[in-house]
């Protein structure tokens, strides 16, 4: 994998009345992790993300909890997308575009990314349960939401087959997490330049 000239790095901060956000990603990391967001199902959803995309990511949240998960998870969404549109620049040199279809036991689910810097999700995941543990499955697209439209990125996720919605989450995750991987690599015959015809990805 070529790595681009310049860190690919960033840190976003986020503050409101209900949640307080730190972020720091490295593009051209190892999938190094260090995330609290006081929400467990959440935490090992992004160690997925961070770990799969090889991504690094230091994730430290605090919200209102005692409310329920909803504004932690969406603001971490917001937060980790800002801090990805940062990180990838002008976004010179970078492969742009990935698909990819991942399995995990029972279950198959695509995902498909065009770092173009138009945000759109298209979302085609249903989940049987209102929940996995204390976690509501609702927040899943959430999440992605919330990513795509502060990292610029459009994104598709669709869910194939699944029985265990733990694993239809997780294969979200782990499938954004691959896609991402390939679509911020810099392509070596690129040689710099905004993989568009436009000349521009912002």
């Known amino acids: 994998m070529a790595v681009a000239a310049e860190p690919r790095v960033a840190k976003v901060s986020r503050t409101t009345n209900e949640t307080s956000i730190s972020v720091s990603v490295n593009l051209d990391g190892t999938g190094k992790s260090a995330i609290s967001t006081g929400v467990g199902f959440f935490d090992h959803m992004l160690d997925q993300l961070c770990r799969h995309s090889l991504i690094d990511m230091e994730i430290e949240a605090k919200g209102d909890l005692h409310i ?55 979302w085609n995941v249903a989940f049987s349960a209102p929940k996995i543990g204390t976690f509501d499955t609702e927040l899943v697209r959430e999440f992605f939401q919330a990513l795509s439209q502060h990292a610029g990125v459009t994104l598709h996720v669709l869910n194939h087959y699944g029985a265990n919605n733990h694993h239809i989450a997780e294969t979200c995750f782990k499938a954004v997490a691959r896609v991402l991987r390939t679509a911020i690599e810099i392509d070596p015959r690129q040689a710099g330049r905004v993989p568009s015809t436009k000349g521009t990805l912002v």
């Open 68 to 122: 329920d998960d909803h504004h932690t998870v969406e603001d971490t969404g917001i937060a980790l997308g800002q801090a990805l549109a940062k990180a990838l620049g002008d976004r010179k040199g970078i492969t742009r575009y990935a698909s990819l279809d991942l399995v995990m036991d029972e279950t198959m689910t695509k995902a498909g990314v065009d770092l173009s810097g138009r945000p759109f999700l298209v």
